[in-house]
C-alpha cells in the first residue's frame, strides 16, 4: 500500500503556466525526496528535505517541506515542456523502508 | 558521487522463463537493497528490501516464490523472477543504500515476456 499520496494524480498545463504538487503523508516524515521520470527510465534526483519548514530551489523547480513533516509541495514556475513527466515523492516511512508516493503525470502543452 | 549499476536493461523472453535481474553498488557497500516495480502510468512499488545476508522483506502481495531475492554481498543484490508470464511484464528497479545515507539507483530494467 502506498502512504504517501500526490495531488494531482495527473496535471495538463500549458507552457508558461505556474503548477504546484503535493505529497502527502499521515506520518512524519524523515526525509522527504523529489523524483522525475519517465516511464521505462531511471530516476531524476530533484530534491531532498529534511527540517521542519525547509524549502529548497533548483532552477524554476521551489519544493518546501511543512513544519510538522508531513506535506511536501512541488512548485514549478514558468512551466516548460522539458519539464514533462512523472513527478514522484519517496520517503523513509518506517525507518528501513523507502516507498514512494503515488505519482503526478506532468503534460506541458507547448 | 555513488553509483548503482542494473543489468540488463531489458530483457524480452518467453512466458515460462525465469528472469534474473542484478543490482551492483560500484562504489559502497550497500548494507540495504531495495526492489521496487513500475507498471504503465502507474508509481513505483515496493516490492521487498534486502539486507545482506539475510532473508528479504517482501511487501504484502509480493509472492516471495515467485520473485526470489539474493543479497549474498555487500555491493550485490540479484532478483529473479521465476516461471515468468505475461502480466509479470513491468519495468523494475533496485536501489541500495548505506546505513541512514540516502538510497541511490539503478537505472531499471524493462522485462517484456511475451
Known amino acids: 500500500s502506498q502512504e504517501l499520496e500526490q495531488s494531482p494524480q495527473s496535471l495538463i498545463v500549458q507552457e508558461g503556466k505556474n503548477l504546484t504538487i503535493n505529497c502527502t503523508s499521515s506520518?512524519?516524515?524523515?526525509?522527504l525526496y523529489w523524483y522525475k521520470q519517465k516511464y521505462g527510465e531511471g530516476l531524476i534526483f530533484l530534491m531532498m528535505?529534511?527540517?521542519?519548514?525547509e524549502e529548497k530551489s533548483h532552477e524554476k523547480i521551489t519544493a518546501k517541506l511543512d513544519e510538522k513533516k508531513q506535506q511536501s509541495s512541488l512548485h514549478i514556475t514558468a512551466s516548460q515542456p522539458s519539464h514533462a513527466g512523472i513527478y514522484l515523492c519517496?520517503?523513509?516511512?518506517?525507518?528501513?523502508?523507502?516507498?514512494f508516493g503515488t505519482g503526478t503525470s506532468l503534460t506541458v502543452i507547448p | 558521487g555513488a553509483v548503482v549499476s542494473q543489468h540488463p536493461s531489458r530483457v524480452i523472453c518467453k512466458s515460462g522463463t525465469s528472469v534474473k535481474i542484478e543490482c551492483r553498488s560500484l562504489d559502497f557497500q550497500a548494507t540495504t537493497m531495495f526492489w521496487y516495480r513500475q507498471f504503465p502510468k502507474q508509481s513505483l512499488m515496493l516490492m521487498a528490501t534486502s539486507n545482506e545476508g539475510s532473508k528479504a522483506t517482501y511487501e504484502q502481495g509480493v509472492e516471495k516464490d515467485k520473485f526470489l531475492i539474493n543479497h549474498a554481498s555487500l555491493t550485490l543484490s540479484t532478483l529473479t523472477v521465476t516461471s515468468a508470464h505475461p502480466e509479470d511484464s513491468s519495468f523494475y528497479i533496485c536501489?541500495?543504500?548505506?546505513?541512514?545515507?540516502?538510497?541511490?539507483f539503478g537505472d531499471g530494467t524493462r522485462l517484456s515476456i511475451l
Open positions: 519517496g520517503a523513509d516511512l518506517t525507518g528501513n523502508q523507502f516507498y
Open positions: 536501489s541500495a543504500r548505506r546505513g541512514g545515507q540516502p538510497q541511490h
Open positions: 528535505l529534511q527540517k521542519g519548514g
Open positions: 506520518k512524519t516524515l524523515y526525509g
